[in-house]
């Protein structure tokens, strides 16, 4: 069974930075792309980030680039998003999963029907 585990949330102010990190058990991600989605109230869950099995390749949504970076350690089984200049609209329950990748970069979707319990990020102007 797959367990996601995602920390590192919390409240901080416009302009602040955090650092997410997901750790993975019940099955080795290493050969899979890795990346992460969010969920603001009363909105579906969208597509952040995604970093490919070796961590040689990211693509991030239009709304959080150049803001947001991606990385993973694939011998510690995680994956982690550090996030600076923190927008209002940032704001949201943060998921990882493994991510599935449509040809060219046409979509991005969780790989897996299971997810964590997410880490709230809020972020007050």
């Known amino acids: 069974q797959v367990q996601l585990l995602e920390s590192g949330g919390g409240l901080v102010q416009a302009g602040g930075s955090l650092r997410l990190s997901c750790a993975a058990s019940g099955r080795t991600f290493s050969s899979e792309a890795m990346g992460w989605f969010r969920q603001a109230p009363g909105k579906e869950r969208e597509f952040v980030a995604v970093?490919?099995?070796?961590?040689?390749?990211?693509h991030y949504a239009d709304s959080v680039k150049g803001r947001f970076t991606i990385s993973r350690d694939n011998a510690k089984n995680t994956v982690s998003l550090q996030m600076n200049s923190l927008k209002p609209e940032d704001t949201a329950v943060y998921y990882c999963?493994?991510?599935?990748?449509?040809?060219?970069?046409?979509?991005?979707?969780?790989?897996?029907?299971?997810w964590g319990q997410g880490t709230q990020v809020t972020v007050s102007s």
């Open positions: 999963n493994a991510v599935v990748v449509g040809y060219n970069g046409s979509y991005y979707q969780p790989a897996y029907d299971d």
């Open positions: 970093i490919s099995w070796s961590g040689g390749s990211t």
